[in-house]
């Protein structure tokens, strides 16, 4: 009986060790793989002058865009890459004081109808309101070099991508590093850059904003 029992277990023991040398090759298998492919996320780089808000904040993501039924929380990534963008590139206005957010910014829109019924932001409206003026370019008309060429000027661009549903998504481009370009993602919860490769490298277009002359700029009220 003791001979039998001995030699039942030595093929429960060979198929243990058989099934984490398999889990073994296979976390190998994997690793190389993501390697080979590209799938590793890279370290995201410290950068000077970048302002980090995200649209979920407890402090303003159940505000309404204007009149609309749409929230900061689920529809304010534009909203709250332009409050990074004037913090960055240091517009300020008198109407919105000196701690510009999320928060005070789409409450400055909304009293100046820079909204439509469905809470889309009027670019022109935008512009009249905060007395600046903005370049759009669609895909095909920027390149890396354009956009180095702004982030030498201190200006942050805003990019349109493609959300993980297919939905538009807003995003701010502050740098490069290598091959990499990295954006403030409003949807990203910690103060930390985000690869643009997440989003597949597809910008659909950007646009930025630019401080008119100080013989026409003037506050807004």
Request: hydrophobic share 35%; proline share 5%.
């Amino acid at each position: 009986m003791k001979r039998h029992r001995h030699r039942r277990k030595a093929p429960m023991l060979c198929g243990t060790v058989l099934c984490l040398f398999l889990f073994l090759i296979l976390m190998g298998l994997g690793h190389f793989h993501q390697k080979q492919t590209g799938m590793q996320t890279p370290t995201p780089p410290v950068l000077e002058n970048v302002v980090y808000y995200a649209q979920g904040d407890p402090r303003w993501k159940q505000d309404a865009l204007g009149d609309s039924i749409y929230h900061m929380g689920d529809s304010g990534c534009l909203v709250t890459c332009l409050a990074a963008a004037l913090q960055m590139q240091n517009i300020h206005r008198t109407a919105l004081g000196d701690d510009i957010n999320p928060k005070t910014l789409n409450q400055f829109f909304s009293a100046h109808q820079v909204y439509d019924a469905e809470g889309d932001l009027q670019w022109y409206a935008m512009e009249d309101a905060l007395q600046v003026s903005t370049v759009y370019l669609e895909s095909g008309n920027f390149s890396v070099e354009t956009l180095e060429n702004l982030w030498k000027e201190t200006i942050y661009p805003i990019a349109c991508v493609s959300g993980k549903h297919g939905n538009l998504h807003f995003v701010l481009l502050v740098g490069r590093t290598e091959d990499e370009n990295w954006c403030m993602d409003p949807m990203h919860t910690e103060p930390e850059l985000v690869p643009l490769s997440q989003y597949g490298n597809d910008i659909a277009s950007i646009r930025y904003l630019i401080e008119p002359s100080s013989s026409e700029s003037k506050a807004a009220d």
